[in-house]
């Protein structure tokens, strides 16, 4: 049983380049609440965090970057080699992540949570979980994840991935071994699997459609989440809806589905708007808007921007994030009447959404902002 009553707690765990964030999100399709407790990590040692001061106490003012925030990049130079020095590092980390951790797990209106984490079980943090599960994938495609995706040099990359602990070792430990190895609908399948497996067959689909409830009806006009199953129609509605300017095939969705959602919006039973977003590090981030053109632009926007924050308040979101090609600019007193200002990175003020917004944002696009919540995960205390 896990460390959270009235919880069950998947602890999702793996060496680098093997998948872990795909994993996590095909969970959260499921129903699971997603953490990634690595992101916590860079939240609880940036300017104004806790973590922030008492680290430059440790390792001196030279591990800041220009802007004042602490250069992870310095940071990991100085103790990737280092053992006292890492110990040092996760001494004041770890305990801010596990009790970041806490609340997130308590807030979070899901019965059943995933926490993502490196070090899961060094950590500790996998004793509190009721099942750990490992991904896996071959050193090639690790080398390949890391120089192709990461830009890292090979011998960078060798070194980041020789540096822990053989995944083969891990396996002992876990319930269910993903290997994210082939393609994402046969990772998909593997998850799918082991999910229904967890939970019997009767509960799995009214768990998975208690716990992300997604529809919002205003009128003849239903918002609903998509789901895998539906990546070859939302290909067709992408190309459709964008008059040919982007063409998606089904591979293309089955693979954005493992890092995004698609909410759909059908008119009279017809999809007729979609939105593509993701959450990471309690941020929303919306960088698909499909519209058609035979409905109110005004009415679309307004039904999809609602039930996007309706859901990622209950994902404990602290900002939504749009990402909009420059023609939206003719929308934004509408946006503007929904609450979203526009904004460019450096002045939304917070290190993990200026991070968020760098991440996320679509090159030439307009960024619109809006705070969903004010309270905000590792504050100082």
Known sequence: MSAWPGKYVIGLTGNIATGKSVVRKMLEHLGAYGIDADALAHRAIAQGAPGYQPLI???????????????????????????EGMAQLEAIVHPLVVQAVDILIRRSGQRVVVLEAIKLIESGLANKCDALWITYAPYDTQLSRLMNKRGMTETAARQRINAQTPQEKRFA?????????????????????????????????????????SRAVAGEWTVYRARPREAGDIAGLITQMSQGKRRATREDIMAAF?????????????????VGWKVENLVARTDDVFIDSNIAMVDALRVLLNELERVSRELQCEISLLFLPPEYHSQEVVLRALGYQRRTVQNLGVSAWEEAAIESMPAGSLMYFKQLRQDRVLRPV
Do not use: C, H
């Open 57 to 83: 106490n440790t390792f001196g003012k030279w591990i800041l970057a220009p802007d004042g925030q602490i250069d992870r990049a310095k940071l990991g130079r100085v103790v990737f080699n280092d053992p």
């Open 173 to 213: 430990l876990a319930g269910v071994v993903i290997r994210n190895e082939s393609s994402f609908e046969d990772t998909w399948q593997q998850v799918y699997t082991a999910w229904q497996r967890t939970f019997p067959s009767a509960e799995v689909e009214t768990e998975a459609e208690a716990l992300q409830p």
């Open 258 to 274: 493992g890092e995004k959602a698609f909410l759909l919006l059908r008119v009279d039973g017809r999809v007729m708007g979609l």
